[in-house]
């Protein structure tokens, strides 16, 4: 899959792409990652890419024509005719059906925005979705488009260690969309607490039946909206509910 950045600031992706263990995807090309700076495209001798807005007001906005010029390159660059997105407030915020969705598919042109925003007019003609990573505004779009591309990495088959891992991810659906279980490693006890028992016994089904049930229960305490969409959606068993009658 391809992913064309379209940013003023390339450089802040250097050590994303190059470091973690998701730079197996981006250095494999099995995730493409090229940037196109809407600078290189714009006018004057100061290749100016902003100016004040109409009406008045703080900051300064992202001009329409310099924008369009740089995705008509990306665009011709490419055989296909991938979707346009924008990292905005007024998108959906991202969750793990949007970077499933993303992770399974052939890619598409991201825009990072800066300053106050961008010339709506090229928002309307040229923008096929938005998306937004919470309700916080960040100084650009750069963060955002690291952070699906992130995602949509680790999702590629060979990239983690272990293929399963994954899965027993918060919000898989191989999960049923609950958050994960806690997890403990060496040593055993650490400032006068113990690994739970059941961790140590060995018995398998033990195991899992516990941390089935902390995921219920870590859920419930802390997205408790995610209990209510499982149960809409059927994926909670009569042992699960028993669990969380306690705690409901």
């Excluded at 740089?70 to 055989?79: D, P, S, T």
Aim: aromatic share 8%.
């Amino acid at each position: 899959m391809r992913f064309d950045v379209i940013t003023l600031f390339p450089e802040l992706f250097a050590p994303f792409l190059t470091a973690g263990i998701t730079r197996r995807a981006f250095e494999s090309a099995q995730v493409d990652v090229q940037f196109a700076n809407p600078r290189d495209f714009a006018d004057g001798n100061y290749r100016r890419i902003d100016d004040r807005p109409f009406g008045g007001g703080p900051g300064m906005v992202m001009m329409a024509e310099p924008l369009a010029r740089c995705l008509q390159h990306v665009r011709a660059a490419r055989l296909d005719t991938p979707p346009v997105i924008l990292f905005s407030p007024l998108g959906k915020t991202l969750n793990h059906a949007m970077v499933q969705h993303w992770a399974d598919s052939e890619g598409a042109i991201l825009v990072c925005g800066r300053y106050e925003g961008l010339d709506q007019r090229f928002v309307d003609a040229c923008v096929d979705a938005q998306i937004s990573l919470g309700d916080f505004v960040l100084s650009g779009g750069e963060i955002a488009a690291m952070a699906l591309l992130d995602a949509v990495a680790r999702l590629q088959p060979g990239v983690l260690n272990d293929e399963t891992s994954h899965q027993q991810d918060s919000f898989n659906t191989a999960l049923d969309g609950l958050l994960d279980c806690p997890h403990y490693t060496r040593p055993e006890r650490w400032n006068e607490k113990a690994v739970p028992d059941v961790l140590m016994s060995g018995h398998h089904g033990n195991i899992e039946r516990w941390r089935r049930d902390q995921r219920l229960l870590f859920t419930w305490r802390n997205r408790p909206e995610l209990i209510t969409q499982a149960r809409a959606a059927g994926r909670l068993k009569a042992r699960d509910e028993a669990c969380l009658s306690g705690e409901t």
